[in-house]
């Protein structure tokens, strides 16, 4: 008799362990479900319940320009300068003395290699000349023609030059676009530019709308109005053809700055420097972001990037703001230099050796 009542009881126990299993079994489950289905419905609405194969390249460029604008304010300009500007840091401690040439010296030059302005107008062809540093007597010269045009024939083949670089990285940067994988060397190579540009790591479509070019016309009405038409004390001692601010590269102290302003107009080795800091300027910088996103939208249309159209997007560059817009669209209208914006460099004679 006890052994059937206590056999009961072990029935009993035995069910009722059983209940309490199942009962918390359902209650984890249910508990589980409430906690996964929030994130699955998530997940399903961003990847299944999208337009992904709808055209949708204006939310693609809209997004690019967010994220550039996001980028722009997350990061401080003066801390970041180091690391957009590092290549160009790098080369201006170069210990390689350039020769500063004379007026007569270049003229005689340009003249040797039948350079003059009136043929890159007709024929779009630059002669590959690298002038590194101004003459000193550019500020003597009393003829304002033949001053503008002497700084037009110096700087003209090193803007060239420069955006003939940023258009073959463009062209590579759109195959590696159209690759479904890319090599270890092309990770390499995007990993420089993504640091170059200020973009982050994988963002392509940011990088896509930073790297380009700057009309020529643009950038020498600018050199012309920062520099007096090459007769600054910043363009003669320092290099510096577009007056570019610095905070942690050598510079020349402005004579009129405030007190307590500790910026300084950035010294270059070379003029080539200078350009190539200013299309990175232009390229990166957060006041700039209504100049890309123009000439995004120019590209977009497939239209030729219009200098005129660009230069009101600079009215952040000088604080005369559009009042400094309005003379650099008359410096390109008055010296008809829009007539430069399609002009290709000759190869030089190193590159004419490569190809023998």
Known sequence: MKFKIKNKL????IKIFNTLTRFSLSAFILMLFFYVAPILINFANKNLNNKEFTNNSKNILDNALNKDKQFDEYTSEQ???IDLLYDILEENNSEINLVRYTTSEI???FKEVKYNLEEVRNTKLVKPIDIGLLPNEIKNISNTKKRKELFIKIVLPLIVKENNKIRIDRKRLFVILNKN????IEKQWLTKKYK???VRQNDLSTLKVRMDE?????AIAQAAKETGWGTSRFALKGNALF????????GLKPKNANKGEEHKVMKFHSLQLSVRAYLRNLNTHSSYKNLRKERTELRNKEQSLDSLVLAKHLDKYAETGTEYTEVLQKIITQNSLKDFDEARLLPSSKDLESLI
Not at 10 to 13: A, L
Not at 214 to 218: Q, R
Request: net charge negative.
């Open 10 to 13: 072990n029935i009993t126990k």
């Open 79 to 81: 801390n970041n300068e």
């Open 107 to 109: 003229n005689a030059l």
């Open 181 to 184: 994988s890319n090599t270890e």
């Open 196 to 198: 170059q540009y200020g």
């Open 214 to 218: 700057i009309p020529v016309s643009l």
């Open 243 to 250: 007056g570019q601010w610095t905070w942690s590269g050598e």
